[in-house]
């Protein structure tokens, strides 16, 4: 009892000697470092609102507003508003903006190991992704990949399996390929360039034209929901699956690692909190819109749907493979990265072959 007194005791005077000095003084930096509030800026490689890739970074923004009381404003800009699609990563490394929303395999020429953490051709399902990505040690690699340029990644949302792409020619073989000119980006253009064909990298809101002005023979873009609102069934004749280039492409939000860094604890976990959310919030919006916009396609649009031939997939693999055994070679970084991919790969291959491909079978 004695000590329970003098326990309370000495808690009063303590109190009392904080209280006391706290009211002369001038609010404590905590106080002020809770007010704080940031606004920031975040550039897209998509037209602004964009189904699906756009929608993701502007949900994003608003999920932080909330979630931080208005303690962090993000501003989304559509590509071209302040800078090209395809000059993102370079707005904020340099620190011209905090935050971007793109795809890492845009990113080749500077660090071949990025176009792991967007799609490998007959690599990762959305799915299979995730897993690698957050509980697979993928995030990490991804993290010390983009440390130099002072980028620090994370996954902003995920497409699920994408469409071959529209040709203006039937595939039925392999010497269709040679000489095709085709908007395709990532280790998938290497891969086409290897059967003979040239692989054009252009940004999403210049591929219409191209398709229509024959500048290209064939265009791949991501899936009905984005095709459909491109208007693409206009200027391409045959609608090609499956996706085996693209089976799965992670979207990335970068934020400049000083802006991030300077952000308190609170909101540093905001941002990441949200970017789970966006990250699920997109796949899940691919997987509702896509099959609607493919029966659209279908039937109001009359498209003429073409699966690859067997014999085309079995070779475009074996050169997959070839590719992604020399891209791996290009540095040692880039050889970590396709080493932790590759075993993840083929664990979680054998792993759902008894489980989702096994179920998926069974449902026909
Ligand atoms: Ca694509």
Redesign the pocket.
Known sequence: MFRFTLILSLAFVYLGLFGCSSEKSTPSTAVNYEKAKFEWKLVTSWPKNFPGLGVGPERFAELVKEMSNGRLIIKVFGAGEIVPALEVFDAVSRGTVEMGHSGAYYWKGKAPAAQFFASVPFGLTAQEMNGWLHHGGGLELWEKVYAPYGVIPMAGGNTGV?MAGWFNKEINSMADLKGLKMRI?GLGGEVLARAGGSPVTLPGGEIYTALQTNLIDAT???GPYNDLAFGLFQVGKYYYYPGWH?PG?TLEFMINAKAFNALPTDLKAIVRAAARVINQDMLDDYMSNNQKALQTLMFDHKVELRELPKPVMDELRKLSNEVLDEVANADPLTKEVFESFNAYRAKVRAYNDITERSYMNSRH
Do not use: F, K, L, M
């Open positions: 994408q980006p791949e873009w991501v693209e492409t």
